[in-house]
């Protein structure tokens, strides 16, 4: 995949990008005035690489650190839409696997699942790729949500094997935790508690390997599985030490986006539990931050752990109060969730623009390049397309040990027909020429280009030395067959073709130009000798031993 090379800009970028993405690897704020700075920069030099990073990292800022769901939702658009016209496909698959996480956090799984699998399709020449493997890892965790815990089994551990091979990325050890944490939370909805022992200790030796001191999130997932664990040995002492280490880590961490649908599975769990004093304690943790969210599906799901709670400690009063809360939220969330389809509808409108745009300068340049490549007056390949396809023809005869056939043919007396019948009959001519050369070339073994002047060059390709000359025959009979009438022809009262032939196996890499050499001198033979009629104009020479 593509990525954005930071080393082709100058130091004072390169100063401000570092500063991006060393905040961005701590989750910490602080990013925007190095951002204003960046895209200032990168709308002078409209410069889409060093801009789409911009956008990206203005979304993560809007959706973490300075939550503002409307810049957020502006901002990612724009990094859509501007890494569509970059170089940068890895961040273009970040976007993506952004914009999937954000619909999970709205409860709208099916645009989620869209936005992972185009994050996938994007990624798929590299498909151990680091978005690749984050992509693999949220569909794990939504399809946990889902309780479709094979499936989530299935991606989580695809994705961590994936981000295991990218410890160079600046989020390694965050990633690896938390993917490991997720199967650990899958292994104890499927009741594999051997498996979340394993995942325990594997998340134990990471933060110690790492000595993450400034990862807090971190702490959040290790805490769930000991307190967990600790409960299910029923080891409420040690329970409870783990609990405390747990609400202090929510209780510092600025932003729990990253692991909200954990706490919530957890909540439930010590609801189900009874253990309704930790409940409490995780409640009080988080209830701040979750009435600052502006996500109303998070809410509401708050709501309905809340409900839950206040029913098992025999609380109707506040439950009437949560229902009522809970019946309002409802209906702002079918409005947010419109507002996510309609969010997800102007992108695939903004992606369909510029996939129509890229198509329509893929066409313009194909068309540009079949100029290039073609001859104005003929319309067969130019000389410039016959070199590149000779160069590829010859390495495939080398390679397959297959004869390679050039040919160069000419007109006959073609001075004295321009001199006879004027230039623009000539062109006439050489058009009639072409087109039969055309024909010629329909064949998958045969090539046709114009040299220059009334010369034009064949390649034959893995034909016999019997099956060249036939279509040479034939070629020389189409044209004197057309009767182009040439009084001057010292052959025929009608315009014939003179053609030398080189053919061979290539044995040696360093000889490609000659079979042109040894064509151009077959021809030459040809117009030396005189007397010679209508038909017998082909001569053919085998390539030297000491040149093949």
Known sequence: MNVLRFETYDETIQVDIQAVIKLWQASA?????????????AKEDK????????????????????????????????????????????????????????????????????YYMTCLKIAEEVPDSLPVGIARANLGQMFNELGSYDLARHYARRGISIIKKHPEDGKYLRNLINMHFQDGMISLAMNRFHDVEKTRETIIRLMKKFEAS??????IPLAFINVRVALGHGNTIEANRYMDDLVDALVNEPSLFDAIDDVFTFLHYLIAQRQLDFASRVIKAISKKIDECDITNIKLLFIDILISYFEAKD??????RLLHEQHALSRKLRADQKAVYRFSIDLIRIISD?????????????????????????????????NKEL????ERAYQNRTILGVEILDIDSFKEYNDTYGHRMGDVCLEIIAKELMRLAKDKHVFCARYGGDEFVIIYEGL?????????????????????????????????????????????KNKLWDFLENADAALYA????????????????QIPESFS
């Open 391 to 394: 160069v590829a023809a010859f």
């Open 354 to 386: 510029i996939q129509e745009e890229q198509e329509k300068i893929r066409k313009e340049n194909e068309a540009l390049q079949v100029q290039a490549q073609t001859d104005a007056l003929t319309g067969v390949p130019n000389r410039h397309a016959m």
């Open 464 to 508: 016999s030395e019997i099956e060249i000359h036939k279509k040479a025959q034939l070629l020389s009979e189409k044209i004197f067959a057309r009767k182009i009438q040439h009084e001057n022809n010292k052959i025929a009262p009608y315009v014939t073709i003179s053609q030398g032939i080189c053919f061979g196996v290539p044995k040696n």
């Open 29 to 41: 704020p602080g990013a925007a005035k190095y951002l204003n700075r960046l895209r200032r920069k």
């Open 315 to 320: 609380n109707p009063r506040q439950v009437t």
């Open 214 to 219: 400034d990862e807090g999130l971190l702490e």
């Open 47 to 114: 410069d889409n690489n060093l801009l789409g990073f911009v956008y990206f990292h203005y979304a993560d800022l809007y959706y973490y650190r300075e939550p503002n769901y409307d810049l957020f939702k502006k901002n990612i658009a724009n990094a859509i839409r501007t890494l569509m016209r970059s170089e940068d496909t890895e961040l273009l698959a970040r976007s993506y696997n952004f914009v999937g996480f954000d619909a999970v956090n709205h409860g709208s799984y099916d645009v989620a699942y869209n």
């Open 526 to 541: 040809i117009k030396k000798g005189a007397g010679r009629k209508e038909d017998s104009g082909i001569r053919m020479l």
